[in-house]
């Protein structure tokens, strides 16, 4: 059984920084693909960052390209996501995911195995 929790969420005024870690119980991330999504009320779940298992490609949706950055810490069994010149329309749920198929899109949410329960981020104007 594989746990993510997350942390670092809040709320912060637009144009400040924040981030988030995801952590896990049963499972190192050294050798998966790790990733985060996001989902704002009313909308579907959104692909936000995704890094591959060897941490040598990072993949990010169009909306935070520039602005968030995905890495991880083998040693510690962590990942973050920096999240830099944020915006109102960044306020969601932000989920970590863990584990999908090496053939698998990373924008496809039915690709991950494990999710995290999700940390609120709001950003006020």
């Known amino acids: 059984q594989v746990t993510l929790v997350e942390s670092g969420g809040g709320l912060v005024q637009a144009g400040g920084s924040l981030r988030l870690a995801c952590a896990a119980n049963?499972?190192?991330?050294?050798?998966?693909?790790v990733g985060w999504f996001r989902q704002a009320p009313g909308n579907v779940r959104e692909f936000v960052a995704g890094?591959?298992?060897?941490?040598?490609?990072?993949y990010y949706g169009d909306s935070v390209k520039g602005r968030f950055t995905i890495s991880k810490d083998n040693a510690k069994n962590m990942f973050y996501l920096q999240m830099n010149s944020l915006k109102p329309e960044d306020t969601a749920i932000y989920y970590c995911?863990?584990?999908?198929?090496?053939?698998?899109?990373?924008?496809?949410?039915?690709?991950?195995?494990?999710w995290g329960q999700g940390t609120q981020v709001t950003v006020s104007s």
């Open positions: 049963g499972r190192t991330f050294g050798n998966i693909h």
């Open positions: 890094l591959s298992r060897d941490g040598g490609s990072t």
């Open positions: 995911v863990a584990d999908k198929g090496s053939s698998d899109y990373y924008f496809t949410a039915a690709a991950w195995r494990h």
